[in-house]
């Protein structure tokens, strides 16, 4: 596994009324760097990612994508030792052979999955190809969540954010049970790569449909983690900021929970206000 942080030279510079201060000094960034996923030797997809978790990310974007229903579908994974400018080897390219059976996906030109640490869905050829159906119904799943229980996630989410404390510039996403209780966090430079790293631990585990959780990311709602939320069979995400129009859109057509800016004593929820009803 690549580093997760780096540390690098940097000028701190202080402004006061007497005059600007500066201190020359190292500083902890994060690490981002490209990882390719083939499937049986074809390219399939380049995302900006965090090194770390590297299979998981890779199965959870398979599963968002629908290219594969869960783990059971896949016979290896294995990374390709390709080799870096000083001639050690990245681990940054993924090779995944399926199991027998399972049909192999589109690797041409026009399903380009080209994704980087901000958008996840750039390389997309229209907006109605990320629009896939998922496997699971979330409409009838976790038929009610406390707000009470919402209004906790926030914190906890923060104080298990380890590499966050050390570099400021990482996302994160966690699932947590109905009660509060957090089952596991992920943290990446791309909002998308740590909820798909989530969706991979919960494939391996034999969890999918994950329709008895709920999703908290760090950021914004977007269209994108709205999909890969019903993809994996999510009921409920919260969010610290906000969403935008297309992920309220797929929520309300989804049957999903859709909380934006929770940010204890206060939220909004934007679809599936049904749910939250107070233990």
Known sequence: MGRVTAR?????????????????????LTVEEPMEIRVQGQSLSVTMRTPGDDFDLTLGFLVTEGLISGAQDVATLMHCQDEGEDGRPTFNVVDVVLAQGVPLPDTSAE???????????CGKASIDA????????VKTALPS??????GRLPDVLRQHQKVFDRTGGLHAAGLFSPEGELLALREDVGRHNAVDKLV????????????????MVSGRASFELTQKATMAGIPVMAAVSAPSHLAVELAEQAGLTLVGFLRPPRMTVYAGAHRLVAG
């Open 8 to 28: 690098v030279p940097a000028v701190r510079i202080e402004l006061a009324e007497d005059g600007i201060r500066s201190v020359s000094r190292p500083d902890t």
């Open 130 to 137: 990320v629009r896939t159906s998922s496997p699971y119904d």
């Open 145 to 150: 969540v406390d707000p009470q229980v919402l």
């Open 200 to 215: 991979g631990w919960a494939a391996r585990e034999g969890r999918l449909p994950l329709d008895g959780a709920i999703l």
């Open 111 to 121: 399903r380009n999955f080209y994704t980087t640490s901000s958008c996840g869905v």
